[in-house]
């Protein structure tokens, strides 16, 4: 029982941990698909573009949507690559 418990504390505390893993790649992103958005499901909703993620060697695209800010006022800001010293590193979505 003890030998549970401690791997459950010790996974709980890595999971942060893993939340600020970067992806680092050589190549960088093709360009944007275009995606037509139609109407909002409903007020207050916020599009959030598609962005191009790395998975399994190769770059996916992964479609846009529409969603709700956690907090009046909030906007998002996009998910988007970012070139540094020969690399691209995917900056995550996020809302401010």
């Not at 890595?14 to 992103?29: D, M, Y």
């Not at 207050?44 to 998975?55: F, K, L, P």
């Amino acid at each position: 029982m003890k030998k549970v418990a401690l791997a459950l504390l010790l996974a709980f505390t890595l999971i942060p941990a893993a939340s600020f893993a970067q992806v680092v790649i050589r190549i960088g992103p093709p360009p944007p698909v275009y995606e037509r958005r139609g109407p909002p499901p409903g007020d207050g909703y916020v599009w959030q573009n598609g962005y191009h993620r790395y998975d399994g060697g190769r770059y996916v695209w992964t479609p846009g949507h529409y969603e709700q800010p956690p907090h009046r006022g909030q906007r998002w800001i996009a998910h988007h690559w970012e070139h540094h010293h020969g690399q691209y590193v995917l900056v995550e979505g996020h809302w401010r």
